[in-house]
């Protein structure tokens, strides 16, 4: 199965909250977890990414957790702020030398309220 | 360094006519992806192309669509006798490595 499941598809945060984004995929061999910001009319932009062998990957105010056995991975932005109102699409693929082909989930519309 | 450039960023095609979407891989980068993205939804693999040749096609449709990237020039994505259900956002990708960079997109309305 090449799924990657997404929720919630639409999220409402007060500014300087914590917002929260799941992803569960189904294919074990995947073993590339990326996040992607997009905006309307512009193209995904890379935001964080983790790989199977570590659980935690912070960068900022945007943290990875990754549970394997689960087969489940989140994002979490802390002290959200207006200007991350945007769509967040997670990621799954499996690395083959350079290249790879990314399954998306279904994307997660956040709206930021300030 | 310049990004992935895609062109045109908007393409409006009569239905049964040919589009030709073209996008340029960022410097070095020697490994170019296509995607479509149908609105409210995420986006889904096409093809995977190195130069000269075509890793990967299984996402794409049978008929009516092809991809090439030549030894000089952009990766094309062509799209024969256009439908209504071909509009969409179609976004080309490229890698140097397991990280894959997004252009800004055409988006296709089939009128």
């Known amino acids: 199965q090449q799924q990657v499941k997404q929720s919630p598809q639409s999220l409402i945060v007060q500014k300087g909250g914590i917002s929260i984004i799941n992803c569960a995929y189904e294919?074990?061999?995947?073993?590339?977890f990326p996040w992607y910001q997009q905006f309307p009319g512009k193209g995904p932009a890379l935001l964080i990414a983790i790989r199977p062998d570590v659980s935690e990957k912070k960068e900022g105010r945007f943290t990875i957790s990754f549970n394997k056995s689960a087969k489940q991975f989140s994002l979490h932005i802390m002290d959200s702020q207006p200007g991350d109102s945007a769509t967040y699409f997670c990621a799954a693929s499996m690395e083959r030398g350079a290249g790879n082909m990314l399954t998306f989930g279904g994307g997660t519309r956040l709206m930021v309220k300030p | 360094n310049a990004g992935v450039m895609q062109n045109p960023r908007h393409l409006v095609r009569r239905r049964g006519q040919e589009a030709r979407l073209r996008c340029s891989p960022m410097k070095g980068h020697s490994h170019v992806y296509w995607y479509r993205q149908l609105p409210e939804e995420g986006l889904k693999f096409m093809v995977y192309l190195q130069k000269e040749n075509i890793i990967d096609e299984s996402g794409m449709p049978k008929e009516r669509f092809s991809a090439e990237f030549p030894k000089e020039g952009p990766s094309i994505l062509r799209i024969q006798q256009v439908v209504r259900g071909d509009s969409a956002a179609y976004f080309c990708a490229s890698s140097p490595d397991i990280r894959a960079f997004f252009g800004q997109g055409t988006r296709l309305t089939v009128v």
């Open positions: 294919n074990t061999a995947f073993d590339y």
